[in-house]
C-alpha cells in the first residue's frame, strides 16, 4: 500500500490532501454546532448541510474541464489559498443576525474542494503512472480519508467545546496554507515539458513508469482531440463513447451512492429508536469507520488481480448483504459486525472504481472525467438523502434498507455483466 510514497511528488500531494481533508473534517461538527447555538433553529442548521451539497452539484463539470485545460497543480494550489481566505470569514459570525455569512462561507469553501478534487485525481497518475503504483495510491488516499473521517469529525467537536469556535476556524485555514505550501514544493509539469520532466525523479523505476505513462498521455490526447475537436464537452463525451468502461463506472457508482445516502440518513433515528441512543449511534459509525479502513489494504491487495466486474460485483453485493443485516439489528452485537461489513465492502467499491476509472480514460479527459463522478457523488447524496427518511415514512426503516439494498445488488449484477472481466482487459495498454 506504501508503494506510490516512494515517488517524492506524490508524497507531497497525499500530505496536502491529507492536511487539508484534517482541516475541513474538524469543522464539520463545529459549524452546525454553533449555529445551532446561536439561532437554535433545525432549519438553519439544516442548511449548513446544503451550502456544502449545492457546489459540487453545479459546478463539478466546470471543474473536470479546468483541471483538464489549465495547470493542475496551480489549480489546486489556487484552491487552497481560496479556502484559506473564504472560511475566515466565519470569524465574523458573533450573533444570528451573521449566520448567512457561515452559508457563503461554506459554499466558496466546497467550490474550492470541488476544484481541487477532480484536479488531484487527475493529477496523480502523471505522477505515479497507471501501474501497480496507482492502485498503492488510492489505496493511500482511502485509509487516509477513512481515518481522517473517524478522527476529525469527534476531534472537532471536542475543540470546539475546550478551544472555542474561533481557534478551530483559524486552525481550518491554516490547513489550506499548509496544503498550498506542500503542492508549491511538488514539480511543475506543463503539458509540453512533462516527457522531459518524468525522468529527473529520484527513483529510477518509477521516473520509467511516469515517463511511459506520459507517453501514452500524449497519444491519448492527440487521439481524443482528433475525435473531438477543441470541444470540452464534445471532447469528453467522444472520450466516454470510446470507453464503455467509463460509462458503466459512473452509473454504478453514482447509484450505489444514492442508496447509501439513502440509509445514512436514517441510521441516526434508527440507531435511538431501536439501538438505544445516541452512545450507540456513535460505535456504529465508529465500526464503519474500522470497516473503511480495512477495505483499503484489501482493495490494494485485489485491485491488480481480480477483474473490475468480480471485485466490484461481489463487494457492491456484500454492501447490500450488509445493508440488510445492520437494519434489521436489534442490538449492538448484530449492528457493530454489520456495520463494519459495509465500511470494508463500501470501502473497496470506492477504491476500485477510482482505480479503474482512472486507467480506463485517457488522461486528456480524465480530470472531467472525475469531475462528473463528483457530480454523480452531490447528486445522488442528495437525492438520496431525501429518498431515504420519504421511504421509511411511507414504508418503514426496515423497508427503506430492502429498497437500498435490493438496488445495491442490482448494481453489481449490472458491474458484474458490463465492466471486464479480466485485469488485461483493464490495463493501461487497453485502454490508452
Do not use: C, K
Not at 448567512?100 to 466558496?108: D, I, N, P, R
Not at 488481480?305 to 471485485?311: E, F, I
Not at 438523502?385 to 429498497?403: C, D, F, K, M, N
Request: hydrophobic share 55%; glycine share 8%; net charge positive.
Amino acid at each position: 500500500m506504501f508503494e506510490a510514497l516512494g515517488i517524492a511528488d506524490f508524497r507531497l500531494l497525499w500530505f496536502a490532501r491529507s492536511v487539508s481533508l484534517l482541516g475541513s473534517w474538524l469543522l464539520v461538527v463545529a459549524v452546525p454546532a454553533h449555529v445551532f447555538t446561536l439561532t437554535g433553529s433545525v432549519a438553519a442548521t439544516g442548511l449548513t448541510l446544503a451550502a456544502e451539497f449545492l457546489p459540487p452539484l453545479l459546478l463539478a463539470p466546470l471543474a473536470g474541464i479546468l483541471a483538464d485545460r489549465v495547470d493542475r497543480r496551480r489549480l489546486m494550489i489556487g484552491a487552497d489559498a481560496a479556502r484559506a481566505a473564504v472560511v475566515l470569514l466565519l470569524l465574523l459570525v458573533r450573533d444570528p443576525d451573521d449566520v448567512w455569512l457561515v452559508y457563503v462561507a461554506l459554499t466558496a469553501e466546497a467550490t474550492g474542494t470541488t476544484l481541487f478534487r477532480p484536479a488531484a485525481q487527475s493529477h496523480t497518475p502523471s505522477l505515479v503512472g497507471t501501474g501497480t503504483a496507482l492502485s498503492s495510491a488510492n489505496a493511500l488516499n482511502a485509509t487516509t480519508d477513512g481515518t481522517v473521517r473517524l478522527v476529525a469529525a469527534p476531534l472537532g467537536g471536542a475543540l470546539y467545546a475546550w478551544i472555542g469556535f474561533a481557534p478551530l476556524v483559524s486552525l481550518n485555514a491554516a490547513t489550506y496554507v499548509v496544503s498550498a505550501a506542500a503542492l508549491l514544493l511538488t514539480t511543475p509539469l506543463t503539458r509540453p515539458a512533462r516527457a522531459r520532466a518524468a525522468p529527473t525523479h529520484t527513483e529510477p523505476p518509477r521516473a520509467e513508469v511516469a515517463a511511459g505513462h506520459l507517453a501514452a498521455e500524449a497519444a491519448a490526447e492527440a487521439t481524443a482531440a482528433e475525435t473531438a475537436g477543441s470541444g470540452g464537452v464534445r471532447h469528453l463525451r467522444a472520450a466516454l463513447r470510446q470507453a464503455p468502461t467509463a460509462r458503466t463506472l459512473l452509473l454504478v457508482n453514482t447509484v450505489f451512492l444514492g442508496a447509501n445516502a439513502s440509509l445514512s440518513a436514517l441510521l441516526v433515528p434508527y440507531g435511538i429508536t431501536v439501538l438505544g441512543g445516541p452512545a450507540q449511534i456513535g460505535l456504529v459509525m465508529s465500526a464503519l469507520g474500522i470497516g473503511f479502513l480495512l477495505g483499503a489494504p484489501l482493495t490494494r491487495a485485489l485491485v491488480d488481480r481480480a477483474a473490475p466486474a468480480y471485485l466490484l460485483g461481489a463487494a457492491l453485493a456484500t454492501t447490500a448483504v450488509g445493508y440488510l443485516l445492520l437494519f434489521s439489528a436489534t442490538n449492538l452485537a448484530t449492528a457493530l459486525p454489520a456495520a463494519v461489513v459495509i465500511g470494508t465492502a463500501g470501502s473497496t467499491v470506492l477504491s476500485a472504481t477510482q482505480t479503474t476509472l482512472q486507467r480506463a480514460t485517457p488522461n486528456a479527459v480524465l480530470g472531467r472525467t472525475a469531475a462528473l463522478l463528483l457530480t454523480g457523488e452531490a447528486a445522488a447524496t442528495l437525492l438520496g438523502a431525501l429518498a431515504g427518511p420519504a421511504a421509511a415514512q411511507a414504508l418503514s426503516p426496515t423497508w427503506a434498507a430492502v429498497l437500498a439494498a435490493t438496488i445495491t445488488a442490482l448494481t453489481a449484477a449490472a458491474a458484474t455483466l458490463r465492466l471486464p472481466r479480466t485485469t488485461a482487459e483493464a490495463s493501461p495498454a487497453a485502454t490508452s
